[in-house]
């Protein structure tokens, strides 16, 4: 999915609006109000927590080989005593799943998709507490100079949004949220918390949820309550999101680092109820909130080995989704067609969602980047450019193919395909570390120019001051972002930012001659052609994830099924 070009400086991804329910209002019929009698506990007003059950002897990890099995995480090494202590990192044998449906699945209901210890399908709980504990380990080095101080993190759940009155959008959960916990009911509240007397990283993880209501889960369906988020998760305690107001009461004073993203609230309601109530205090005592965002972003940035395996799966589907959405491309044919059947090809793979809108765009719609309409009629001799990608267990896919509707490419057609192809695995092979977008988008403005000038798009005597312009006219667009749970993933990262294994980038050029374009040759006119690729950076050689989506010109014909 192409991102707006911004400047050859260092730049920003731009986000993905589409992922917060194509702008409906939201409205949460707010769950975290706790029972009658709920919510007065033994200390300081908070009700007795929900704990983790003690660990059997069979669970218990030696010491030496816990700490080894997590020390490889990204890199990361895990000090022995918050691997031993009982907050955060732990086997996942610990937890006993209840048994009944949780409000989504866990190992207990859903075997074909978890393990047990899983939370969401191929990521452990011990995954997520150590994103947790690595976090904590950013806070500690950004808090040098705080010593002395408790530092609390939050972050909230999406809510619920509505298309019309009560017509919910399926829910999609906010990123950062899942990504530290694996959540994924709304109208909730992740806090970490460091630990009195006890140096960060240790801290212990804290789940504030819709209560159980008998009376909302017969028409929402069920709930996991605060047993079941301690059981699903691994976090240390949980309780209703109404006990949330006890721990605010006890953040406003001058001794309490609050790490929280005021100036980007992702669920309304309870930014108003309890954030901004308390960001008012704090910056009044000169205690301000202290953003938290572009620390979970450095996170997210580099996939681990799972998260990886994840992307694969997700990268597959889509690929096998394109070639069956090709071979189904007989002219004339409606996008509209192309959408349903490119849909339906992910989903019946295990595909949860479409990751975004797709461009489904024929003929001179190919030109309009983000063309989502997919209503038109492509004709015979046409291409149609599609550009899709699908979500599979919290993560998703990236992937861009051009190809003609009745399965064979004119010469035209071919000659400028051939040369974004071209361009496209130039800047693939530069896919290393060390380099970052921004010298790969150099490159691919530079290729683009030589194109245009042996395509006779562009002059051979085009000066250099109004080279990378015209260039520019062609190909408005960066050449890639990250790709991870988002489309546009960690939109804050600088796109000069040098690669590192573990990263995960999209490599996208393409070429568009609008059909009113009088400059260029009349036989380009309407054509636009942009080839995507999603791809893993490592020591070695690029992983590609999408290498099964054919896109040399001769397996394309093959698939259409009328070669020459």
């Known amino acids: 999915m192409p991102v707006r070009r911004r400047s050859l400086a260092p730049a920003l991804v731009d986000g993905v609006s589409a992922r917060r329910g194509g702008g409906g209002r939201p409205r949460q019929a707010r769950a975290g109000l706790g029972r009658a009698g709920e919510g007065r506990g033994r200390w300081g007003g908070w009700a007795e927590p929900r704990r983790q059950p003690p660990p059997s002897d069979m669970s218990r990890l030696p010491a030496q080989g816990f700490v080894a099995a997590v020390r490889g995480w990204r890199g990361f090494s895990v000090c022995k005593s918050c691997a031993l202590r009982r907050f955060s990192i732990q086997p996942a044998q610990q937890k006993k799943i209840p048994n009944r449906y ?166 309304t309601e309870l930014h108003s109820d309890y954030m901004q109530p308390l960001a008012e205090i704090k910056a009044r005592n000169k205690n301000h909130i202290q953003g938290i965002r572009h620390l979970v972003q450095n996170l997210r940035l580099i996939k681990s080995p799972a998260e990886i395996e994840r992307m694969k799966i997700a990268g597959r589907v889509t690929a096998e989704a394109f ?119 150099s490159l691919m403005l530079s290729l683009i120019g030589q194109k245009l000038k042996e395509l006779g798009i562009l002059k051979s005597s085009i000066t250099d001051s109004h080279f990378f312009k015209a260039i520019r006219k062609y190909c408005p667009h960066h050449v890639g972002h990250y790709l991870g749970m988002d489309v546009h993933d960690t939109p804050d990262i600088s796109r000069s930012l040098p690669l590192q294994p573990g990263m995960v980038i999209t490599i996208e050029p393409g070429i568009y001659i609008r059909e009113d374009d009088v400059s260029a040759p009349e036989r380009f006119r309407g054509i636009g052609v942009r080839i995507e690729d999603d791809v893993v950076i490592t020591e070695d050689a690029p992983l590609i994830l999408s290498a099964d989506c054919p896109k040399e010109i001769y397996h394309i014909e093959q698939i259409c099924g009328r070669s020459s």
């Open 102 to 267: 949780l409000g989504q699945p866990s190992p207990f209901t859903h075997p074909h998709l978890l393990k047990p210890g899983e939370v969401t399908p191929g990521l452990t709980q011990v995954e997520y507490a150590l994103r947790r504990h690595k976090l904590m380990a950013l806070i500690q080095k950004e808090a040098h100079g705080w010593d002395g101080l408790d530092h609390t993190v939050i972050l909230l759940s999406n809510p619920t949004y509505y298309m019309t009155n009560d017509i919910p959008y399926v829910f999609h959960q906010d990123t950062n949220f899942l990504y530290l916990c694996g959540f994924q009911e709304p109208d909730s509240i992740l806090v970490l918390q460091s630990i009195p007397g006890k140096a960060l990283p240790s801290h212990k993880s804290i789940l504030f949820v819709p209560r159980r209501d008998p009376s909302r889960e017969l028409w929402d369906g069920p709930r996991s309550g605060t047993d079941g988020a301690i059981a699903l998760t691994g976090v240390d305690e949980a309780y209703t999101v109404d006990e949330f107001r006890h721990l605010v009461a006890k953040l406003k004073g001058e001794s309490n680092i609050v790490w929280y993203d005021l100036t980007k609230p992702v669920h």
């Open 323 to 441: 070639i069956e959405t090709m071979f189904a491309s007989k002219s004339p044919v409606d996008e509209a067609f192309l959408y349903a059947k490119f849909e339906f090809e992910c989903r019946a793979r295990g595909a949860d969602i479409l990751a975004y809108p797709p461009v489904v765009a024929g003929g001179n719609r190919s030109n309009t980047l983000h063309y989502v309409k997919n209503n038109q009629l492509i004709k015979d001799g046409e291409l149609v450019l599609l550009d899709g990608g699908c979500e599979s267990s919290c993560y998703v896919s990236d992937i861009t193919r051009t190809w003609p509707v009745n399965g064979r490419f004119t010469k035209p057609q071919a000659e400028l395909y051939q040369a974004v192809l071209d361009i496209q695995k130039s800047c693939l092979s530069l896919c290393s570390p060390g380099v970052s977008l921004e010298n790969i988008y």
